[in-house]
């Protein structure tokens, strides 16, 4: 069996299913920071006092992996501050006073697109970056040689608990879909479209292949996935809908795929159309704190505070607020946190529902290596990083760990294996920044 048939059986707990999907109010102030992508932060353009409009540009992409960043309210910037992103790093963050006004900037239209290259710059200028967590800008994806794609996979696995906001893109966005898929025909001469869902999403799986009946001039197959988390991991899905193996150093198009989340693809329908570019997001707000949960239209740089109030408030003191699903989400310190690019989900746990079981020696079951979907030994990796062996780490391989947690889920020892990956990614990371900066 392929170690990428691997994976764990988690609850669902989606409580925003079938739940209206409503627009927020206008927040008071949003706060934008300058990184909410892979790659080098965006350079404020904008001052104190400036007055900006949804749309305006306030962040410059800084170099090729990049992104822009625009304002999502109308209003005034009234401060410029250092924000802690949730890796640790220090970032700029514009906040802008709403005058509630939702003005839009009188630049917005449509992109001419008529060429392949036009159809990158439009993505790029469009602040689009994967939406489905990764956050690496999207137009870096689609600036390859046409001729090297054989398949664009669109993800529409949704197999972390509670989140449900990409299924709710393919049950309301089929225009935007659409029109995004005929410009990646017509400038990039796409011809196979596979759309991966899990075979327990019916409503989402008849969205798609619905979709597929508009495209006649474009084959587009919904692969049914097993409902087994992970499923949305990148070579993961490429695997599992063309038999393809993404190796390690390898990219997606290495293998003749290129993998797009649905909402990215229905972003990028949107902006070509109307020209706004990336300034709000659907967000599944959930977790046993929220009184109602709900998918909510949010503009990005608004607080988690803003969203739980929109969403009735919380019933009880959070034992602990995610960004995105309880398996790969990241942990924030309190409710001033705010919605970013490429936040999915925001969580309010209870007690209960965060409760960590005590952790006790590893009795070297194996589980964790049985699980993980990229072969890798968990409880290996962990005595490596006891040791700070990063030679013994590089061997095992943990820079190709995707940090899906099944390892941590399974270990009846509740060792916090993840936890050891990231930070022994984390360490040759700075082992090689270092070395970089010694020669
Ligand atoms: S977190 Fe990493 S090591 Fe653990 S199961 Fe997932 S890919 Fe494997
Ligand atoms: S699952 Fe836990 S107890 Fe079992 S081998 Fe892995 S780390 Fe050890």
């Known amino acids: 069996m392929s170690t990428y048939l691997r994976g764990i059986r988690t609850p669902h707990r989606k409580g925003t299913k079938k739940k209206p999907v409503l627009r927020m109010d206008v927040p008071a102030t949003v706060t934008i920071p ?48 250092e924000h802690r992103l949730i890796t640790g ?51 870096v994806k689609l600036d390859v040689d046409p001729a090297r794609i054989d398949y664009l996979i669109i993800n529409g696995a949704e197999c972390e608990p509670y989140v449900t906001s990409d299924t709710v893109t393919m049950l309301t966005r089929a225009d935007d879909m659409l029109y995004a898929l005929r410009a ?64 390690n150093n390898q990219l997606p198009i290495d293998q003749g795929c290129v993998v797009l989340n649905c909402t990215t693809l229905a972003a990028i329908g949107a902006y070509l159309q109307t020209g706004m570019p990336l300034v709000e997001k659907c967000v599944s707000v959930d977790g046993g704190a929220v009184r ?16 739980f ?44 529902e965060a409760r960590l079981p005590k952790t006790t020696a590893c009795i070297r079951c194996g589980a964790c290596v049985n699980t993980c979907p990229f072969g890798l030994e968990p409880a290996t990796i962990a005595a490596a990083y006891d040791k700070k062996d990063i030679d013994a780490l590089k061997d095992l391989q943990v820079l190709s760990c995707m940090e899906c947690g099944c390892c941590s889920f399974v270990c009846p020892a509740n060792r916090p294996l993840v936890q050891m990956n990231k930070l022994s990614k984390q360490l040759i990371r700075d082992e090689a920044r270092k070395e970089g900066g010694n020669k």
Do not use: W
């Open 89 to 139: 790093a220090a970032t700029t963050a514009v906040v802008i006073e709403s005058d509630g006004e939702m003005a839009v900037d009188e630049s917005i239209a449509p992109p001419v697109v008529n060429s392949k290259e036009d159809l990158v710059a439009a993505i790029k200028a469009s602040g689009i970056v994967g939406l489905g967590g990764a956050g690496f800008p999207t137009f």
């Open 34 to 81: 300058m990184s909410m992508h892979i790659g080098k932060p965006a350079t404020p353009i904008v001052k104190v006092g400036d007055l900006v409009r949804v749309g305006t540009k306030i962040g410059e992409a800084d170099g090729y992996i990049s992104s822009p960043v625009f304002s999502s309210v109308s209003g005034k910037v009234v401060k410029l501050i």
């Open 292 to 307: 109602l949960p709900r998918n909510v239209i949010a503009p990005i740089g608004a607080s988690f505070q803003d969203l």
């Open 309 to 352: 109030d929109f969403c009735g408030g919380l019933t009880t003191e959070p034992a602990k607020m995610i960004y995105g699903g309880p398996m790969m989400g990241i942990t924030v310190p309190d409710a001033t946190a705010p919605i970013l690019k490429n936040t999915n989900a925001i969580l309010a746990l209870t007690k209960k």
């Open 184 to 247: 990646l025909r017509r400038h990039l001469g796409i011809q196979n479209v596979i759309v991966g869902v899990e075979n327990n999403n019916r409503q989402g799986a008849d969205a798609m292949a619905a979709l597929g009946q508009m495209m006649d001039d474009l084959s587009i197959k919904v692969h049914s996935l097993p409902a087994i988390y992970p499923q949305g991991g990148e070579k993961v899905l490429i695997y599992h809908t063309t038999g393809r193996k993404v190796m």
